[in-house]
C-alpha cells in the first residue's frame, strides 16, 4: 500500500458517462478507492465527495474515485444519486493492485480478494502528500478537505 513521499502509479481508465479518468493529473487531487458501487458506505462517501467538489477545487484539487465496478455500474451510480465527481473504472483491478489496494478480505469466516477503502492527496507530480488507510466513511471527506 503506498505511503506518504511514495510516487503513485499513473493510469489511464474508463470512467462514467463514456470519459476517462486520468493520473497524474496537470494538478493535486484525492485518489480515494472504494468497494463497490451503491453500497452504503460507498454512497455516502461519494456524495459526499460530490457536495464538496467545489471546496476542493477551489483549492485546486481534483476528485477520483477508482472501484473494481463497470463504467457502465458507475452510469448508472452517478443517475441514481446525483453525483457530480469522477469515477473510474477498474475491473481487471491492475490499478486497485498498483496502489496496493486490492487485499485479501474476510466476511463469516470467509476469504476473499476485494478493493480496501483507503484514501490518497498526491500532488501534480503524483507523489503522495498524504495517506488515509483503511477508511471509516463518517467525517472521513471533511478530514481529508
Known sequence: MLNVGDTAPAFD???????RAIFPTDKPAVVYF??????????TEAKEFTDTKSDF??????IIGVS??????HD?????HDLGIT?????????LEAWGVWQEKSMYGKTYMGGVRCT???????????AW?????????DAVL
Open 13 to 19: 481508465l474508463e470512467a462514467q458517462g463514456g470519459g
Open 68 to 73: 473494481p465496478d463497470t463504467a457502465a455500474k
Open 120 to 130: 490518497f492527496l498526491v500532488d501534480a507530480d503524483g507523489k503522495v502528500l498524504e
Open 87 to 95: 469515477l473510474a473504472a477498474d475491473p481487471d483491478t491492475a490499478t
Open 133 to 141: 488507510h483503511k477508511v471509516r466513511v463518517k467525517g472521513h471527506v
Open 34 to 43: 472504494y468497494p463497490k458501487d451503491d453500497t452504503p458506505g460507498c454512497t
Open 76 to 80: 448508472k451510480f452517478t443517475a441514481k
Open 57 to 62: 477545487a477551489a483549492l485546486g484539487v481534483d
